[in-house]
């Protein structure tokens, strides 16, 4: 996590990571912060007449990232690790460290790296890529209802199961990738925003997370992306096969009714 020169206050999309993963972890069993601070911040034994840190309750009140300046007591990182240790809390790290805050913390980006952020994110939630032709009815469909009206069709039926902040994150690359396009392609065909992360943050957060989302779009679309050098043939063919409609591995969806 960057330091802010000079106190200068947090994007509200990183006081919502925070918060979001401190809320997963009250949702299983609701522990208090007093007792979330004995059992995971001292980084040695607490000794007789130790002021008792309040870390859980500045994260749930002001958002603050611990930094650990008193040796005493861990970073945001070790506390972190520590709760994932736990077997109750199992899982929350995920929220803490999902790929979509790393992005929002960047100020350009390759198209290359547009690309393999993307080819990750389908590996690790067994999705692929699958040209148009093998997909029965989308030639037809995007003739009648445009190319993003069917793209969009097919990527809600592959989402099922997958985590709101790894859907939202794809959903913004695929908004940063359109920008690299040389084809004529409808613009709206991978805008950069995402009403499933909208929805999400709204969710858990109310208008603060309106509030959230609506800065984190701006970031994302002030990242600079820069153009890949010595593009050729197979730069353009990567660029085009990017746009394939995404499918659960090994299945293959019908528009207007789905087989699997």
């Known amino acids: ?9 947090k994007p509200s999309y990183e006081k919502a990571r925070i918060q979001i993963w401190y809320e997963e972890i009250k949702s299983r069993g609701n522990p208090k912060d007093g007792r979330l601070d004995k059992l995971f911040v001292w980084r040695t034994p607490r000794l007789r007449g130790d002021t008792q840190p309040k870390i859980f309750e500045n994260i749930r009140r002001l958002h603050r990232y611990p930094k650990g300046l ?16 736990d077997p109750q809390f199992q899982g929350a790290a995920d929220l803490f460290n999902a790929d979509l805050w790393g ?8 198209e290359s790296q547009i690309y393999e952020r993307i080819d990750r994110v389908l590996m690790q939630n067994a999705l692929e890529r699958r040209p148009g032709k093998d ?26 199961g997958v985590p709101p902040l ?14 690299t396009m040389q084809y004529p392609l409808p ?20 208008d603060f997370g309106r509030e959230c989302y609506v800065d984190l779009i701006k970031k994302v679309d002030g990242i600079e992306i820069l153009e890949n050098q010595k ?27 789905f087989c699997r």
């Open 1 to 9: 996590m960057p330091k802010k020169a000079g106190g200068q206050p």
């Open 70 to 85: 008193d040796k005493r007591w861990k970073d945001i990182n070790e506390i972190v690790l520590a709760v994932e240790s």
């Open 103 to 110: 992005l929002l913390e960047i100020e350009s980006i390759a």
């Open 135 to 160: 997909i029965p009815g989308y030639k037809q469909a995007i003739m009648i209802t445009r190319f993003s009206s069917s793209f969009h069709e097919a990527f809600e039926w592959s989402m099922e």
């Open 166 to 179: 790894i859907r939202g994150y794809l959903e913004l690359l695929h908004g940063m990738h359109v920008k």
């Open 187 to 206: 613009m709206d065909a991978f805008p950069v925003r995402s009403p499933s992360l909208e929805k999400y943050l709204i969710l858990k957060l109310g």
């Open 231 to 257: 593009e050729g043939d197979n730069s353009f063919k990567r660029r085009w096969a990017i746009t394939w409609p995404i499918c659960k591995a090994g299945q293959i969806p019908v528009l207007n009714g």
